[in-house]
């Protein structure tokens, strides 16, 4: 159960102050407490995080040269996905194995606070400034509220939990660049609902759709002025009808839904520009058959989907937007043993280029994808592994590094 807790902690810090003398170095002073530890960096210029989930850490690789440094960023148990502050002032982590939510202060590579949550979170957002975070827990309830399914509000200045939306089996949720709205998605229904972030006190309210147009929401891709919301129908592969994956506009000023493009599936999208790339599964025609995995660019002035491309079956949770035009594409529980479960699409050409499977104890799932800024570089975390994909070739780069343990998610914070 969910409780709230919306006044500010208290905390209490004792202090020693003892006068010495020094020349050039300071001399601890006596008294019986112990020193405060000096914090120690890393003195990596361009660094990126690898969340370790095994040994419980944030691993740091130096971005131009691909290479782990031996400091690591101890954080909670099991930490698995990272998101990135606006600021790149700190990072945030989700620590699947204690079901916490963690702030990692950036410059002193120290997880600087935590709080608990009551179920594990399958779905985590954040505000811009990272002050925020909304945190999906499917088999949890508000207090007070019988109804299985919440979105806990997380308040990291007062480290506390301090609202809460009651939503049965809420599964995904998507939050505006500007924090107003919420989107939010529950297994096996036709209904997406918004919450508005300034007056939680309404709940999640059913997104009004008269047409019955949607068909197994799934998920929303923001514009980035927050003036439309793309909503994901996922349609046959969530369990819907043949046929019925689409893309619909959503006004988050005025509520409402507006017109469609059928796409061939919906689970995962990216907005580049005016463009609205979709990626999804179509399950087999026929018993016995091969599910396909597709993307397909939708273009948001005209509402017009393009050709499609075939990639890796599987659900696709992780995608981003590399150099020289490369979206990468990730999926999870793919059937695609000849080339795993990373799909590598040239937006200009159309062209797909393929990942061999990792042969790891985790499988090949892609669980983390992030684009080197400045490079032609891509960090995937695949299978457990990290691996460095070259943009200009759609391959493997030469030296790889080695993460010892498993390695989940990943961002750059240059």
Do not use: W
């Amino acid at each position: 159960m969910i409780m709230e807790n919306l006044g500010q902690r208290s905390i209490q810090r004792a202090f020693l102050t003892c006068a010495c003398c020094a020349c050039f170095f300071f001399i601890s002073c006596g008294g019986g407490g112990a020193p405060k530890p000096t914090i120690i960096v890393s003195k990596v210029a361009d660094r990126v995080f690898v969340s370790n989930q095994q040994t419980n850490v944030l691993q740091i690789v130096d971005g131009q040269r691909d290479k782990v440094s031996t400091f690591t960023v101890p954080t909670g148990a099991g930490p698995s996905l990272l998101l990135e502050v606006q600021s790149k002032q700190s990072t945030i982590v989700y620590n699947s194995a204690e079901h916490s939510i963690g702030t990692v202060d950036n410059a002193t590579e120290h997880q600087s606070a935590s709080v608990s949550l009551p179920g594990d979170a399958v779905s985590v957002a954040i505000t811009a400034d990272g002050a925020t975070a909304y945190a999906a827990i499917p088999a949890s309830n508000c207090s007070g509220s019988t109804i299985v399914g919440a979105i806990a509000v997380v308040t990291f200045s007062s480290t506390s939990i301090t609202g809460c939306v009651p939503l049965q089996g809420v599964r995904n949720i998507v939050l505006g660049h500007n924090g107003a709205t919420l989107l939010a998605f529950v297994d096996n229904s036709n209904t997406a609902y918004y919450v508005t972030a300034s007056d939680l006190t309404t709940g999640a309210v059913a997104i009004s759709d008269a047409g019955a147009v949607l068909d197994h929401p799934a998920n929303a891709v923001f514009s980035s002025d927050d003036s439309t919301a793309y909503i994901l129908s996922c349609g046959e592969e969530c369990g819907g009808a043949a046929g019925s994956a689409k893309v619909t506009v959503f006004t988050p000023s005025s509520k409402t839904l507006g017109s469609s493009a059928s796409v061939a599936a919906a689970r995962e999208g990216l907005l580049s520009g005016t463009k609205l790339y979709v990626a999804g599964t179509v399950p087999p025609v026929s018993p016995g058959g091969s599910p396909q995995g597709t993307v397909e660019p939708v273009d948001t002035a005209t509402l017009t989907a393009g050709a499609s491309a075939v990639i890796s079956d599987g659900i696709h949770e992780t995608i981003a937007l590399g150099s020289n035009n490369q979206l990468f594409i990730g999926a999870r529980a793919c059937s695609n043993v000849v080339h795993g479960c990373l799909s590598i699409y040239n937006t200009s050409t159309g062209a797909v280029a393929f990942s061999a499977p990792v042969t790891a104890p985790a499988g090949d799932d892609v669980t983390g994808i992030e684009p080197i800024p400045g490079r032609n570089v891509v960090y995937v975390c695949e299978g457990g592994e990290l691996r460095i994909y070259d943009t200009t070739t759609a391959a493997l780069t030469a030296n790889q590094s080695d993460i010892i343990g498993k390695a989940v998610d990943v961002r750059a914070i240059f």
